[in-house]
């Protein structure tokens, strides 16, 4: 088979083999030369310049477990390594070898490789073990050549900053641990009741997950008019979340101290808006927090990017 049938098979949904997710399960993967191969399947990044980039794979896996396990012999199995950029909807295969000569080897991708990425958006990284030859297999199980027989991919999102907060963009699994359902947009995650202490990182107070489609949408469309109004709502309905949660841990009798992450964002607010921050404190003691989010609106400039959505330039 050619490369490019190995991009079109392999993705295929197949049942795989039982007991042979885990045979992949050690392959490390690093980002820099100066990282470990660690074996995790998230990596958060900032923002990054592909020419500082210098992906590695660290194959460790046991190429008997395919003829022990799955009854294949190793030679009718091929190992291929993939990059997908989601943001150029881009997928390019790097490596394609026989999985008896891939185990034990480290790949590295070079930088003419990488160039062809933007490294601004979400990316995969696919590890496969695929059938190197049709076979004959109860129905349901990999049968034609290219199928996954085992896969392991590493998720690279990109850390979104703000002038308030950084949004993780993370794969729709990652909800599920939170006992969330996977087509969750965004979850704001909060990790502390004292809203009032000083901070220099933001990540003790909360974290926020972004699904990296509604993420990579947001990418893509944060030049246009509808892309700049959906931003605005998402980014309103955060803060209001936030600042609502910061209220309800704060006592009736406890003020906001200087200095603090919530006298921060009300100082924030309060300098956009011309609403004194004494008026904003008791739109977020009220219940509902309803005239906090509508003033969170105003602050974002929510209504003039709603209008322009439909005004013709």
């Known amino acids: 088979m050619t490369p490019s049938d190995w991009l079109r098979t392999e993705a295929r949904i197949v049942r795989p083999f039982k007991d042979s997710e885990d045979i992949l399960s050690e392959v490390g993967f690093r980002l820099f030369d100066r990282d470990e191969f660690s074996v995790e399947e998230v990596l958060c990044k900032e923002n990054m310049v592909s020419d500082q980039v210098m992906p590695a ?15 294949i012999p190793v030679d009718s199995v091929r190992l291929i390594i993939s990059v997908e950029d989601r943001l150029l909807k881009k997928r390019i295969l790097h490596t394609d070898m026989s999985a008896s ?3 034990s080897q480290r790949i590295d991708l070079s930088p003419d490789f990488c160039h062809q990425f933007s490294w601004v958006g979400p990316m995969r990284f696919t590890v496969a073990l695929v059938l190197a030859e049709n076979r004959k297999a109860p129905l349901g199980e990999a049968s034609r050549a290219g199928n996954w027989l085992a896969k392991k991919e590493f998720v690279l999102s990109m850390t979104k900053d703000s002038s308030l907060f950084r949004i993780e963009s993370v794969p729709p699994e990652r909800f599920e641990q939170f006992g969330l359902l996977r087509d969750t947009a965004y979850f704001v995650h909060i990790l502390t009741e004292d809203f009032n202490q000083s901070f220099e990182d933001l990540s003790g107070l909360f974290t926020i997950y972004m699904n990296e489609s509604v993420s990579l949408m947001l990418s893509r469309t944060e030049e246009s008019k509808h892309g700049q109004a959906l931003a605005r709502i998402v980014y309103s309905d955060i803060v209001a979340t936030i600042l609502g949660t910061c209220f309800s841990y704060l006592s009736l009798d406890e003020e906001v101290q200087v200095g603090g992450f919530l006298h921060t964002a009300i100082d924030r607010i309060s300098k956009n808006t011309g609403i004194e921050t004494r008026s904003i404190v008791a739109m ?16 974002t400039g929510l209504t003039k990017a709603l209008v322009s959505v439909t005004t013709k330039s």
Do not use: T, Y
Not at 60 to 68: L, V
């Open 57 to 71: 794979f660290k194959l460790d896996f046991d190429a008997e477990k395919i003829e022990n396990d799955l009854c």
């Open 101 to 103: 000569q891939a185990k």
């Open 284 to 299: 977020g003691r009220e219940p509902g927090n309803c005239r906090l989010r509508a003033l969170l609106q105003s602050e």
